[in-house]
């Protein structure tokens, strides 16, 4: 079986080789950029593939995205729509999410970009930190696999957590809302909003002016889903009203982030580099490995994309 990769560039295949030589030596590994004869291609493991190369595999059993979403995938025009893709979704994917929410959680619970900001000033300020976990509302938008772990782990710290989703997933032991009827309520009990939603045409640009003024004033976001699901200016405008109290960024429409936007130097913006919860190539390549082996076993897999659903 051959397995071709696009994925950290030609500069990582041999690094890609020594990890499936540990957990599927049986595969033949080739980079994206080498010569191959395109029938001899079973598998493909990719991120962001040049559009039109996939439709060149005729054998291709299986496309695997090399983290958890897929529309870097479907914006090629000629993709093979009767293929499969599998989505990058482990346990270490849930993992890193959660403890990046967190992460960010915390900082905006205790003001810590404050006290960057005034690092970088050199300007000592003692200010009260008044709030704490219990204090903070937080919503999760969006309660698939990486949504239900965020949530999990903020209520073992003492955030009181609700999600809401499009259909009726449900958070076992903790508010859940569902559909637009619900939305409303949802947002007017969160004042932390996190959004982990995948991206579909139904989630494009739901992070607007009519989404944001539901929020209680003074609220804050996290938006770790997807950079289509924010609609910047408006968000600008909450910030700037005063509505939202501070947003953590860490998923935009163009990457790399373009150097003149104005995310970039917005004083309550934090901006992190889609790094949320990549999971390391030795955990993709295991996961792959698996992916693979139970294809070829007749086993169903997990974390398809549907393109009813859009994710």
């Known amino acids: 079986m051959r397995l071709i990769i696009n994925s950290g560039g030609p500069q990582a295949i041999d690094a890609w080789r020594a990890q499936f030589r540990t957990f599927a030596p049986e595969l033949d590994v080739v980079g994206w950029h080498e ?85 970088a000033r050199r300007h000592w300020e003692v200010f009260e930190s008044l709030r704490v976990a219990a204090d903070v509302r937080v919503g999760i938008m969006g309660l698939g696999h990486l949504g239900i772990a965020a949530a999990q782990l903020l209520a073992r710290v003492g955030f009181p957590v609700s999600g809401w989703s499009r259909g009726s997933s449900k958070l076992e032991g903790m508010p859940s809302y569902a559909g637009q009827a619900e939305f409303g309520q949802f947002l007017s009990n969160t004042d932390l909003l996190v959004c982990l939603l995948p991206a579909t045409d139904a989630t494009k640009g739901i992070l607007n002016t009519a ?15 997807r950079g289509a699901h924010m609609v ?80």
């Open 211 to 225: 989404t944001l003024s539901q929020l209680p004033r003074g609220a804050s976001l996290i938006n770790a889903g």
């Open 35 to 119: 010569e191959v004869d395109p029938a001899s291609v079973d598998y493909a493991l990719v991120w962001a593939p040049d559009a039109g190369r996939l439709a060149t595999f005729p054998n291709l059993k299986l496309i695997i995205s090399a983290g958890a979403g897929v529309d870097h995938i479907l914006a090629d025009p000629q993709l093979p729509r009767h293929l499969s893709i599998a989505r990058m979704v482990t346990a270490r994917t849930q993992t890193e999410m959660a403890e990046f929410v967190l992460t960010c959680a915390l900082m905006l619970t205790r003001d810590i970009k404050r006290v960057v900001d005034n690092q």
């Open 232 to 311: 910047t200016p408006d968000l600008l405008a909450a910030l700037d009203s005063g509505h939202l109290q501070q947003a953590v960024l860490d998923v935009f429409e163009q990457e790399p982030l373009p150097a003149d936007s104005p995310l970039w130097t917005h004083p309550q913006i934090i901006i992190t580099p889609h790094c949320a919860a990549i999971p390391d190539r030795k955990e993709r390549a295991r996961h792959t490995a698996w992916l693979i082996q139970s294809n070829e076993r007749g086993e169903a897999l997990p974390n398809i994309y549907d393109p009813n659903r859009g994710y």
